[in-house]
């Protein structure tokens, strides 16, 4: 095993994949590893839809191709997507997040879509979160409720061999970081 | 170190928080993992402020404290809190945020702050993400920008001796997980 950071390191968006299959466990564990994220008040607002199966997969792989047509071409090569449907929190929490104006079901749903990510980083798959698709689309091809939203699809899948492992580009310690206050260093 | 999955287990909220301070490199791993995490088109729209100088610390810990006045009141135990403020994403991610509906730097900010919490886990600190608290007041004390918001606190320190790891509670993995359709399993 590897410390969180080199984890955190490890995993990376990838856009490319192989074609050797996924074994269910490991789909499964990262499945589990999703489950066991928290949330605001432990509402689990998510439904994990795993794809797997054609036509089906190609037909979200191809929902996911943007206006520029290139966009997101590369989902078609992974051999499993996952839609990530949001679910109404808790009474509570949907009232907290209306008297202080926050959407709490979206910071869940990033949590989970993260532990699922870093699963698979540890188990040796690649992923990639996907916000931009065609939601309608989706929806109806794995029959969603009207009234639910997807605000992500993850790609799961080996990466070819080669594939590159990139240096992560990110502002500095020092413009991210504040200490007692906002712009103090 | 333990497998992610592990990991995944032990993180929880942590409720009570001794007297023992935290080491500033312990402070500056848990940053550095939320720096290292991903976020729409790179955008990484977080700004991560570190509070732990009283009479500052005390001052933001009251205004977590809720309308039951005894919710959060565990906050003014913790010697560090972190609060996370949303910064714009690049122009193509607000832009298809709008188009698509979907408020990106939410998921970005849940990834971000559950890598600061997978971090605190690993290096046997606790943690509490607080989503309830008086965001006008915790803005006027950071001196945070009006037009910015700060959607997340986070808590940090060590738990006293004795305090529990509790089992999560969870839906089961048949409820959480469809394939190939929603309410398929």
């Known amino acids: 095993m590897i410390s969180f950071l080199n984890l955190a390191e490890l995993r990376q968006s990838d856009r490319k994949y192989s074609d050797i299959p996924v074994e269910t466990e490991k789909l499964e564990r990262c499945l589990e590893a999703a489950r066991l994220a928290p949330s605001a008040s432990n509402s689990q ?9 054609n036509p089906l997969l ?5 929902a996911t191709v943007g206006p ?25 929490t949907e009232w907290g997040g209306h008297v202080k104006k926050k ?15 870093l699963q698979a980083a540890e188990d040796g798959l690649g992923t990639c979160m996907l916000g931009w698709f065609d939601e309608q689309k989706v929806k109806d091809l794995l029959s969603v409720p009207d009234e639910k939203n997807i605000p992500l699809l993850i790609t799961l ?10 240096r992560k580009i990110r502002k500095s ?7 007692n206050g906002y712009g103090k260093r």
């Open 68 to 92: 520029l047509n290139s966009f997101n071409n590369f989902v078609t090569q992974a051999p499993i997507i996952v839609a990530i449907v949001m679910e109404k929190p808790k009474m509570l």
């Open 157 to 166: 899948g080996y990466t070819p061999e080669g594939y590159k492992h990139r």
């Open 103 to 117: 959407e709490y079901p979206l910071i869940d749903i990033g949590i989970a879509a993260e532990h699922f990510c």
């Open 45 to 53: 607002p998510w439904t994990f839809v795993a794809v797997n199966k």
């Open 58 to 62: 190609n037909e979200v792989a191809k």
């Open 173 to 179: 310690f020092d413009k991210t970081v504040h200490y």
